[in-house]
């Protein structure tokens, strides 16, 4: 370990100042906005000068650098003194503070990626540790770079269970390179937290799941410099800084008060600030003039950029008889032998999901969370960050449920990852309801900016895969359990927000909409009209669900006397029928029928229960055979 040399008391000085700038930026911001968390931020206003001004290496030319040093604030309340410590450091001028929560200003209530010193959006609690597994993960296994990542907590978000699985994998993985620093000011929004002060059975929980662990009076900044120097030289386990605080620390009259959570200080800041400037010994319009530690060897490497593609294009025979599970997984490891920077996580489904493939081809790039989806979900995120890595992120697509408030956060992020989903619907079968993903669309269409991609045969589903890797934004592909035919010629081409025509003739008396193993549903359906009744229909692939081209859904039903059928293995609400009749709900004249599972569902074989819920063949047929 390298030893400790106290800080020289002017530089210890200098960092106390610090803190008190930060404290009357945070006042000053939040009572011009007339909102936000001053309270909060002052609890933590040491950490962050002893972050910014004497251990973290950052770019002021370059915040998102690689190379350097990360900082996550999961308790993104206390948004305020980070952009202080930001403008104190120099990235921009401290007056700008003052459109804090303004609408035409980035510095927003909570951060966000709009703010080019961000990574992710926080706010919603207890995610940010996940997100600097995720980034801590990569800078040690793949970039193999000397850059840390620090993560900040509240005591009252700890309360969530994500964190204490994020707190699981950093041990599991050995993430040395990560600090979580957990600022516990004993309270919470409405009343003390839990634990309070309790710092020994803090020390405790964290040190049971494999940190090595430091408590510290959080507002002494030389226990803090030491605590952060021990940090940095342990080894073969994460560090957890615990530190002692009080929210409000240094206002008089509000320090360690529960009633002022949230609320900025009105009338009373005047005199918190003069009291907190009466603290500070050195001029405290001078910028800090602290010097970083500088960065080491090895940097991050430099990755390529160039449009992700498969390896060998997908070589399937019309004959053969493929899940899209499957497709997913051999599509996965193609993308993987073709860039570097493709990624698969998992939850421990790898052999249902088959991302199990791109772990037999390439196993130092793939990463298993376990049973944890929140954390899979948000160190993908962090992995994703600072354009490291293309993560895939599989599991079955009914326990992406519970990762939802994570998946809409990394939209807010402005994140690149993709996510994949497994045996949905009722055609899994015999597991039943429990496993069942009849959600997902109405969850993944929901979020803004997503694609999402349902393919119905293997040659799609490769496909699929490879335009999410190249597409920005949340992307989500559906993928089936049951073994369904190929459709499609290998060379076929795809596009996000392209529809395929799968049968037509020239007197179709309906357009039915499918995808996935309710494609070739229709696909049946169409056969058995034209072979027993002399009906046509014509037969659309979907292929995205979200982009829909709108145009060309109605010129197709404006040829099949204006009649839509939409049959999928979803629930009818968010589904592929409310997204046709959005599509189509401008024109008048056209009518949309929809056939979607309607009650909650039980186990049976995969064939009686697409029957039983009314989305196979027959029920395709019987439904046509009605509208004539």
Known sequence: MTKYHKPEAKVLQELKDIAHKLRIDSIRATNASNSGHPTSCSSMAELMSVLFFHVMRYDLKNPRDPSHDRLILSKGHAAPILYAAWAEAGLFPVNDILNLRKIDSDLEGHPTPRLNFVDVGTGSLGQGLSVACGMAYVGKYYDKATYRTYCILGDGESAEGSVWEALNFASYYNLDNLVAIFDINRLGQSEPTALKHDMNVYRKRVESFGFHVIVVDGHDVEELCKAFHEASNTTGKPTAIIAKTFKGKYFPNIEDLV??????????????????????????????????????????????????????????????????????????????????????????????????????????????????????????????????????????????????????????????????????????????????????????????????????????????????????????????????????????????????????????????????????????????????????????????????????????????????????????????????????????????????????????????????FGISSKSIVKTVLSIL
Not at 310 to 327: G, I, S
Not at 485 to 492: C, S, T
Request: glycine residues 6%; contains cysteine; neutral net charge.
């Open 259 to 612: 009633e002022w959570h949230g609320k900025p200080l009105g009338d009373k800041a005047d005199e918190v600030i003069k009291y907190v400037s009466s603290l500070i010994k050195n001029d405290i319009n001078t910028i800090p003039s602290i010097d970083r530690p500088s960065l080491e060897a090895p940097l991050a490497p430099v990755l390529p950029k160039t449009p992700v593609q498969l390896n060998t294009p997908p070589a399937y025979k019309k004959t053969d008889v493929v899940a899209t599970r499957l497709a997913y997984g051999t599509a996965l490891a193609k993308l993987a032998a073709n860039n570097s920077r493709v990624i698969g996580l998992d939850g421990d489904t790898k052999n249902s999901t088959f991302s199990d493939k791109i772990k037999k081809d390439f196993p130092d790039r793939y990463i298993e969370c376990f049973i944890a989806e929140q954390n899979l979900v948000g160190v993908a995120i962090g992995a994703g960050c600072r354009d490291r890595t293309i993560p895939f992120v599989s599991t079955f697509a009914a326990f992406f449920s519970r990762a939802f408030d994570q998946i809409r956060m990394g939209a807010i992020s402005q994140t690149n990852v993709n996510f994949v989903g497994s045996h949905c619907g009722v055609s899994i079968g015999e597991d039943g309801p429990s496993q069942m993903a009849l959600e997902d669309l109405a969850m993944f269409r929901a979020v803004p900016g997503s694609t999402v991609f349902y393919p119905s045969d293997a040659v799609s589903t490769e496909r699929a895969a490879e335009l999410a890797a190249n597409t920005k934004g949340i992307c989500f592909i559906r993928t089936s359990r049951p073994n369904t035919p190929i459709l499609y010629n290998n060379d076929e081409p795809f596009a996000a927000g392209k529809h395929k025509i799968i049968k037509s003739s020239s007197n179709d008396v309906a357009l039915v909409i499918g995808a996935g193993v309710t494609l070739h549903e229709a696909v049946d359906a169409a056969n058995e009209l034209q072979q027993k009744h002399n009906v046509n229909i014509r037969v659309l692939d979907l292929f995205t669900v979200k982009p829909i081209d709108a145009q060309f859904i109605i010129q197709n039903a404006l040829q099949c006397k204006a009649k839509i059928i939409t049959v999928e293995d979803h629930y009818p609400e968010g589904g592929i029928g409310e997204a046709v009749a959005s599509a189509v709900s401008e024109q008048s004249n056209i009518t949309v029928k929809s056939l979607a599972v309607r009650a909650i569902p039980r186990s049976g074989p995969p064939k009686v229960l697409l029957d039983l």
